[in-house]
């Protein structure tokens, strides 16, 4: 069974750009989280969507957004990017939002911002 | 308010030996505790998890100890191998809205010598 997949697995962009991150579940999953990775603040929460709706959302602000598609692939997306959102980005799904234990991370997208 | 502190920062231990790693709480809210482990170059992996309800939980050499009075739970790694050198996070979860939304603690850098 493939694992849950990311791209692109790098990428560099300049302030002030926007950016398009992409994941797929694993086949049969249907609820996928968001999360970001810096040294400096963690590895912290930034939303999970269900169904095509999001059902929560971190504490991060209105330029970070997310869909997710009919077929439980996801989209996340950042605009009017800061050097502070230089990040790995890591989406994670699972069968249901409620079986936490069924939960699988990809590899992230590493975003670099210049 | 830091809700999650995770300790030691970094561990070192000889093979063979057995690494704890622990983890203090704030809210009295989360209801689901889990460990995960993270290679270099890849997104973190659920490694054991415990409920509120119980008092400990092993999985072959990973151990869980939870105490709910004092809000704190431990990792404690038995006969540590080289290939446990990873770093480590506790992620304390609130349920919202059916689902389990995570606080990550900062992290423990675990390094096994053969």
């Known amino acids: 069974k493939a694992g849950v997949t990311q791209t692109p697995r790098y990428l560099i962009k300049t302030r002030g750009q926007q950016v398009t991150l992409s994941c797929s579940p694993i086949?049969?999953?249907?609820?996928v989280s968001w999360y970001q990775q810096t040294p400096g603040q963690g590895l912290q929460f930034l939303f999970e969507y269900f169904s095509e709706t999001q059902r929560n959302k971190g504490n991060f602000p209105g330029r970070f957004s997310g869909r997710q598609f009919s077929n439980s692939r996801s989209e996340m997306n950042v605009s009017t990017l800061e050097l502070g959102d230089s990040a790995l980005y890591l989406c994670?799904?699972?069968?249901?939002?409620?079986?936490?234990?069924?939960?699988?991370f990809g590899p992230g997208t590493r975003l670099t911002v210049l | 308010q830091q809700q999650v502190k995770q300790s030691p920062q970094s561990l070192i231990v000889q093979k063979g030996g057995i690494s704890i790693i622990n983890c203090a709480y704030e809210?009295?809210?989360?209801?689901?505790f889990p460990w995960y482990q993270q290679f270099p170059g890849k997104g973190p992996a659920l490694l054991i998890a415990i409920r509120p309800d119980v008092s400990e939980k092993k999985e072959g050499r990973f151990t869980i100890s939870f105490n709910k009075s004092a809000k704190q739970f431990s990792l404690h790694i038995m006969d540590s191998q080289p290939g446990d050198s990873a770093t480590y996070f506790c992620a304390p979860s609130l349920r919202s809205g059916g689902s389990y939304i995570p606080t990550f603690g900062r992290g423990t850098s675990l390094i096994v010598h053969p």
């Open positions: 994670a799904s699972s069968l249901d939002p409620g079986l936490a234990d069924t939960q699988y």
């Open positions: 809210n009295t809210a989360f209801d689901y």
């Open positions: 086949s049969g999953h249907r609820s």
